[in-house]
Nanobody, 127 residues
Framework: QVQLVGSGGGLVQAGGSLRLSCAASGLTFGSYTMGWFRQAPGKERDFVAAIRWSGGTTSYADSVKGRFTISRDNAKNTVYLQMNSLSPEDTAVYYC????????????????????WGQGTQVTVFS
């Protein structure tokens, strides 16, 4: 079956960096648009970034543009989220998602009833 395993979260001081990873199995990774969402305590799950299944085009939420970079390694079936200049407002559980040939604009509006989701990894930024 399909599995997405996120890792790389942790505790970091404001201004620092983290790199999240999401390793996928059980699917043809190169045919899936991959994305990251996050959910802060008491808030809804929000779109963070996506990378298209073909060509590597990317999309970002305004709140992370210029600070976060999404990338993928199809040989390793893994998507990454490099997070720089972190602030306490970035504190959340981060989830990766996979959508079969999904347009990024469509994936950005998904709830957890669509696509395949990872288990989430906690990112905590302290000031």
């Amino acid at each position: 079956q399909v599995q997405l395993v996120g890792s790389g979260g942790g505790l970091v001081q404001a201004g620092g960096s983290l790199r999240l990873s999401c390793a996928a199995s059980g699917l043809t990774f190169g045919s899936y648009t991959m994305g990251w969402f996050r959910q802060a305590p008491g808030k809804e799950r929000d779109f963070v970034a996506a990378i298209r299944w073909s060509g590597g085009t990317t999309s970002y939420a305004d709140s992370v543009k210029g600070r976060f970079t999404i990338s993928r390694d199809n040989a390793k079936n893994t998507v990454y989220l490099q997070m720089n200049s972190l602030s306490p407002e970035d504190t959340a559980v981060y989830y990766c998602v996979a959508g079969f040939r999904a347009p990024m604009t469509v994936l950005a509006g998904w709830g957890n009833d669509r696509g395949y989701w990872g288990q989430g990894t906690q990112v905590t930024v302290f000031s």
